[in-house]
T-cell receptor
Framework: IAGITQAPTSQILAAGRRMTLRCTQD?????MYWYRQDLGLGLRLIHY???????GKGEVPDGYSVSRANTDDFPLTLASAVPSQTSVYFC???????????FGPGTRLTVL | GQNIDQPTEMTATEGAIVQINCTYQ??????LFWYQQHAGEAPTFLSY????GLEEKGRFSSFLSRSKGYSYLLLKELQMKDSASYLC??????????FGRGTSLIVHP
């Protein structure tokens, strides 16, 4: 693969269930990000990681957690999904923090 | 903190020129990005400005005035495929960009 991938493409989830969205990049980028995109609200940062082993909170971190055990993978976990977490989730990476970002194809999540 | 403003929607005619404005208030400003996003797809990078002035890249140009907290994206010789959302994002002291809500551009024949 070349670039950044996300899985699953889409998911319907019952409220209260745990869900992990996967993100993998093969560009050896140091920085990775998770955004949610909702109609009329644009892209909002959930969590980010400037380098493997470190993570930080973005604008809307509540209800989400991330880990960065290695350079390539940056999973996003919803511990107990709620309907307000229905959204399109984009993972992105950049060579370094502050560089142009490359986005994955997105995961469309519906929480019922 | 950071605050980004851009128009919600614009319309233009095929072959014309359109300018999409973006104003920002960013602590420790480190650069201004423009991304293009077609419906149902991921954003893709268009341009980056960190110094004042105009950066030209084919039919697309981006301008920055740091003293005014202002940028614009200029699209020339509009094509139907340019119908998309255009996202302005500013990078501050943390180097983490904040995105505006995007400008939906509709190009009609």
């Amino acid at each position: 693969i070349a670039g950044i991938t996300q899985a699953p493409t889409s998911q319907i989830l019952a409220a209260g269930r745990r869900m992990t969205l996967r993100c993998t990049q093969d560009m050896r980028h140091n920085a990775m990000y998770w955004y949610r995109q909702d109609l009329g609200l644009g892209l909002r940062l959930i969590h980010y990681s400037n380098t493997a082993g470190t993570t930080g909170k973005g604008e809307v971190p509540d209800g989400y957690s991330v880990s960065r055990a290695n350079t390539d993978d940056f999973p996003l976990t919803l511990a107990s999904a709620v309907p307000s977490q229905t959204s399109v989730y984009f993972c992105a990476s950049s060579a370094r923090a502050g560089d142009e970002q490359f986005f994955g194809p997105g995961t469309r999540l519906t929480v019922l | 903190g950071q605050n980004i403003d851009q128009p919600t929607e614009m319309t233009a005619t095929e072959g014309a020129i359109v300018q999409i404005n973006c104003t920002y208030q960013t602590s420790g400003f480190n650069g201004l990005f423009w991304y293009q996003q077609h419906a149902g797809e991921a954003p893709t990078f268009l341009s980056y400005n960190v110094l004042d002035g105009l950066e030209e890249k084919g039919r697309f140009s981006s301008f920055l005035s740091r003293s005014k907290g202002y940028s614009y994206l200029l699209l020339k010789e509009l094509q139907m495929k340019d119908s998309a959302s255009y996202l302005c994002a500013s990078s501050g002291g943390s180097y983490i960009p904040t995105f505006g809500r995007g400008t939906s551009l509709i190009v009609h024949p």
